[in-house]
């Protein structure tokens, strides 16, 4: 379940909608950068940098021990396109927040499109659509 966890919040719940893209607006690098690093406070350590998604995304074969090098030296190269994760004490209790918002509002693409964002079912939140 932890682990289920970890990879949601690694593509859903930043503060900000992320892209999704299909079609010819995907590519690897645009799929790679809409990813999140997390700070997961102990378990980073614990998950052999777990916390580096973006940089594993765009880069696989970089090793669990060159994660958080990797990170810092691509950090000034995609500027903007990085997002900074938000800075965790011991135990992530930060990212409950991210997660309960996100399930409770990302739930589907549309069918229709190339650059996407997650969308609502309000009718599972038991509220009538008008």
Not at 15 to 33: A, D, F, H, V
Not at 72 to 92: H, M
Not at 106 to 119: E, I, K, N, R, T
Request: net charge neutral; aromatic share 12%; charged share 20%.
């Amino acid at each position: 379940m932890w682990l289920d966890a970890v990879t949601y919040l690694h593509h859903h719940g930043h503060e900000q909608k992320l892209p999704w893209y299909r079609g010819k607006e995907w590519s690897y690098l645009r799929g790679g950068l809409t990813t999140v690093d997390r700070d997961y406070g102990i378990f980073n350590n614990i998950h052999h940098d777990i916390g580096t998604h973006v940089i594993h995304h765009l880069f696989p074969q970089i090793p669990h021990y060159h994660l958080i090098e990797a990170t810092k030296a691509a950090k000034s190269v995609l500027g903007n396109y990085y997002r900074e994760p938000k800075k965790s004490g011991l135990i992530p209790v930060h990212l409950i927040d991210n997660l309960v918002r996100s399930i409770s509002q990302d739930h589907y693409v549309s069918d229709v499109g190339d650059v996407l964002y997650y969308q609502t079912d309000y009718r599972m939140m038991g509220k009538k659509m008008d």
